[in-house]
């Protein structure tokens, strides 16, 4: 195709990192809703409480959520060998994170349809289940890609799978899980700071700071695990970042520290790291000043650092296979054709700045501080 | 080799959670138009019962929408989790859409459905009215960009089998997105979305009428929902005809077999009425000269083919599948081979067919003739199944043209309100769209079989690898979480219908008192 303007090198980075930023936007947007979630049982103790949290996402959870459903559908459309051979083999974690996730809808729309506090009680813990197992699971699988995934490809690469749900449970990919929760939770308890009055904002403000020195613990714990007792993986031959995507035309080993690579050959990249340790002390430090502006800077901070941590340190891998390191999917051999890569970019030059800047509008007119008096008013509230 | 078990289970999965999401696509679809009909005359008119009727319904959209989104999610991630050959094989045509739905559709939907809720004092009357209008046209969006999907997997147009990459990859885009199949799929099922919100507000406000209550907005509700309705209705049949038409060209197979007709007949082909199909032909059938020629061909000549003469041209195409997989495999041997890759240029459109033999051997060029035919044999879909789907759909689709047509011409007279006999027709019509709709993709999918892409791709060979536990363990979670849900959003509807709408501001009795409660209750935690 030369009447394509971008060679398929370029476009490849380009949605090499816009799957960054599209997971990077699910963690931001979706990610607090996620994070109240899993803080409303201990946050939000009387009913009341509980409805004030919940009327603070009401109005825009749905939107939020979009994230993770335009991930899914990127994913599927510009790198369709990742999705096919991460949704598969983790089958029943991505089941877990769908029961989880088919229980917050209704619970946001049911829950205040019966005045029973029996009932309320019931999807108090379907939202908290809604929001702390998606936000372990998805950490717990970023940790599995790390590690390398059991995964093969055969001649006509089909994708089968040699591990089963209990194999993702190794002790890293649990630190990985238990960090994504504490990045989550920490800038979940600043919008409750940021928006809320009274003793929640005060319960969010204590558990927002432990969940960010939380953070700041995984994160290096993770960070020295990655770098002393964990096998990276490296392309040894030659890959042609123009050539067809087909994952099986290279050779890869692995070998301890491996994932550090890409930060001495281009030392800029520490900013990723730097930025995931530093955003969890700002948070910290805005809740504890109440500068709630200051708060979200360093919440969001974090997501960016240690998301892009993530990306950064596998790169170019996307996924590695540990059965058959040759089979890794990477960014040169796993996407959608040049075409496809460029008729999405466009659809997405032409619709994320529109996205972004409706849903700005929105928080514009529901901004504001969420109490019972101001819920009371609304008849379509929680 | 692949397990049959687990393919089969993997289809019912993804039939019974598609099956499922579309009960409350089509009333989102219907809804949410007819609530920006409601909502418009508010504001035009400034007449506060349209304010409390869009309120109203739109607790009931509420409900359902959740619902719709909860399931919704489920249909993103299946196709990677259950189809992870499919997704591999086909993710760089039909992704495209699915995330162009998400970019242009669904964003637009769920970002303003919030607002729509909860943005009525905080917006002026127009900016609401505005919000109202989005949501119905990202649902609407939503549904095109998915039919555009949906028909690619019906008439792969637009795209070209790359052997080095072992999968299919897009050639046109255009031809993608206005393809014929696609177009006609789209309008096919928004107007039957219509029709759902239309029957589903006429036999909730017949309710209300026979028992007296919520008069007002009942009447006007079904105003409006009677001429929705009717066009509505017209529009599901006269380009459901056109969906007939357009399937002539491409899928001939499914047109003989909901139509049962088993040999080819002299052009125009006659209609079957009735008929008792068996595995080879039928028992029994009730024929009406020329009608199906005329509908589906427009034309008195065009001969439709019959399905044994359909069985003849799939084993021609088996056969020549199987030169596109000899040369196929001569191309990855040695990838600047020219010959096998121009000969493969050549037969590649045929290349799926030969995949229908990995049912019977792993290596599909030494497949013996008894295979070949075996394999042709299975391009069959289940015809009985299919003719009375079709037989059903359609059946409905003339009734509730019927019914809409009566309502209109009594509203017309003013006279809709009193007439006790259809208000009780009205009620007892609740669920005829659904069930219109749910043999309509019976039809439609169903009637793909073997293929979960036309010609291209088999659907058992299109399955993830998975194991027979892990079916039944997401199967069962499945069904338990999706009745007991369907469970409780039934009575949470029927509760809403009950309290009815407010009496000024109020949508339903759920404001909880939290009005009353004062400040200081937030000292005083109930632990």
Redesign the interface.
């Given at each position: 195709m030369n009447t394509i303007p971008l060679d398929y090198e370029t476009l490849r980075l380009i949605w090499w990192l816009l799957l960054g930023v599209l997971l990077i936007g699910f963690a931001v947007m979706d990610g607090y809703d996620l994070g109240v979630g899993a803080l409303l049982p201990f946050v939000a103790?009387?009913?009341?409480?509980r409805?004030v949290l919940i009327n603070l996402l009401?109005?825009?959870?749905?939107?939020n959520?979009?994230w993770?459903?335009?991930g899914?559908?990127?994913?599927?459309?510009?790198w369709?060998?990742l999705?096919?051979?991460?949704?598969?083999g983790f089958?029943?974690a991505?089941?877990t994170v769908?029961?989880a996730?088919?229980?917050?809808?209704?619970a946001?729309?049911?829950r205040?349809?019966?005045?029973d506090p029996r009932w309320r009680a019931t999807w108090d813990w379907a939202l908290f289940i809604g929001g702390f197992v998606p936000a372990l699971i998805f950490g717990v699988a970023v940790g599995n890609v790390l590690l390398g995934v059991p995964f093969n490809l055969d001649?006509?690469?089909?994708?089968?799978?040699a591990g089963n749900f209990f194999g993702l449970l190794r002790p890293f990919a649990l630190v990985s899980g238990l960090l994504s929760v504490a990045m989550l939770v920490t800038h979940g308890a600043v919008i409750i700071a940021a928006r809320t009055e009274?003793?929640?904002a005060l319960r969010a403000r204590v558990y927002g700071r432990y969940a960010a020195v939380a953070s700041i613990v995984l994160f290096a714990l993770a960070g020295l695990w990655v770098s002393f007792l964990m096998d990276g993986y490296v392309v040894t031959s030659v890959q042609d970042p123009l050539g067809?995507?087909?994952p099986l035309n290279k050779m890869v080993t692995t070998s301890t520290g491996a994932w550090l690579a890409n930060y001495g050959a281009h030392p800029w990249m520490i900013m990723a790291p730097a930025l995931g340790l530093l955003g969890p002390v700002v948070a910290y430090l805005g809740l504890k000043g109440h500068a709630w502006k200051t708060s979200l800077l360093g919440s969001t901070l974090a997501i960016v650092g240690i998301i892009s941590t993530a990306g950064l340190s596998l790169f170019p891998f996307l996924l590695p296979s540990s059965i058959n390191p040759n089979a890794s999917l990477t960014v040169w051999d796993a996407s959608?054709?040049h075409?496809?890569l460029f008729?999405?970019l466009l659809?997405?030059i032409v619709?994320?700045p529109l996205?972004i800047a409706?849903?700005a509008w929105?928080y514009r007119?529901?901004r504001g501080t969420v109490?019972?008096?101001s819920?009371?008013?609304?008849?379509?509230?929680y | 080799m692949i397990d049959f078990t687990v393919v089969d289970l993997s289809r019912l999965q993804f039939a019974a959670t598609a099956m499922y999401h579309f009960l409350f696509v089509p009333l989102t679809l219907g809804l949410s138009f007819l609530m920006a009909i409601m909502e418009s005359v508010y504001v035009m008119t400034g007449r506060d019962i349209w304010r409390r009727m869009t309120l109203f319904w739109g607790t009931l959209f509420g409900i359902n929408f959740a619902m719709g989104v909860a399931t919704g999610i489920v249909m993103e991630f299946q196709f990677g989790m259950n189809w992870s050959y499919y997704s591999h094989y086909v993710g760089d045509v039909f992704g495209a859409p699915l995330a162009v739905e998400g970019l242009m559709a669904f964003f637009l939907e769920a970002t303003f459905i919030g607002l729509f809720f909860f943005g009525w004092d905080r917006l002026p009357r127009v900016g609401h009215l505005a919000v109202t209008w989005l949501v119905a046209l990202g649902a609407n969006f939503s549904a095109l960009w998915i039919l555009i999907a949906n028909g690619w997997m019906q008439n792969p147009v637009g795209s070209v089998f790359n052997p080095d990459t072992m999968r299919m990859e897009v050639t046109d885009f255009m031809a993608v997105i206005f393809n014929p199949v696609a177009q006609a799929k789209f309008v096919h099922t928004v107007s039957a979305g219509y029709t759902t919100g239309a029957m589903f507000m006429m036999a909730i406000s017949a309710f209300f009428l026979l028992r007296g209550k919520h008069i007002e907005l009942a009447k006007r509700s079904m105003v409006v929902a009677a001429s929705f309705g009717l066009a509505s209705a017209l529009s599901v049949v006269v380009l459901g005809d056109e969906s007939g038409y357009v399937a002539t060209e491409q899928q001939k197979m499914k047109i003989a077999a909901l139509e049962a007709m088993w040999d080819t007949e002299p052009a125009p082909a006659s209609l079957t009425l009735f008929a008792i199909p068996g595995k080879n032909g039928n028992r029994f059938e009730v024929k009406i000269p020329w009608v199906l020629g005329l509908v589906t061909t427009r034309s008195l000549n065009t001969e439709l083919p019959g399905i044994h003469q359909l069985v003849d041209h799939a084993e021609q195409r088996i056969r020549n599948g199987i030169t596109a997989s000899a040369d196929l495999d001569a191309i990855r041997k040695s990838p600047t081979d020219k010959v096998a890759r121009a000969d493969f240029a050549q037969n590649w459109h045929d290349l799926g067919y030969a995949l229908l033999l990995k049912r019977y051997r792993d290596d599909v060029q030494a497949a013996t003739p008894e295979e070949i035919h075996k394999a042709a044999l299975d391009t069959i879909p289940d015809v009985a199944t299919l003719f009375w789907s079709f037989r059903i759909m359609v059946g409905l689709g003339f009734y509730m043209i019927l019914f809409f047509a009566t309502a209109f011409l009594l509203s017309a007279r003013n006279k809709l309100g009193e007439n006790r006999i259809l208000l009780r027709i009205a009620l007892f019509s609740l669920p005829v769209p659904w069930i219109a709709i749910e043999s309509g993709w019976l039809v439609a999918e169903y009637g793909r079989q073997p293929w979960a892409i036309e010609g291209v791709l088999p659907t058992f060979y299109a399955a993830s690898g998975l194991t027979l536990t892990d079916l039944a363990i997401s199967l069962g979670f499945f069904l338990t979480l999706y009745t007991s849900l369907l469970i409780v959003m039934v009575i949470l509807i029927l509760k809403a219908i009950k309290a009815g709408p407010g009496p000024q501001d109020v949508a339903i009795d759920d404001v909880d008192g939290a009005v009353q409660i004062p400040q200081g209750a937030f000292a005083h935690p109930e632990r």
């Open positions: 103790r009387s009913d009341d409480e409805r009401g109005p825009t959870w749905e939107g959520q979009v993770l459903v335009l899914g559908g990127a994913i599927f459309a510009a369709p060998a999705y096919a051979a991460s949704f598969s089958y029943l991505m089941i769908l029961l996730l088919i229980l917050r809808p209704v946001f729309k049911f205040g349809k019966i005045k001649a006509t690469l089909r994708p089968s799978y009274g003793m929640v067809p995507s087909n959608s054709s075409l496809t008729v999405m659809a997405t619709f994320l996205i409706y849903t929105v007119v529901m109490t019972a008096t819920i009371g008013r609304n008849p379509n509230a | -």
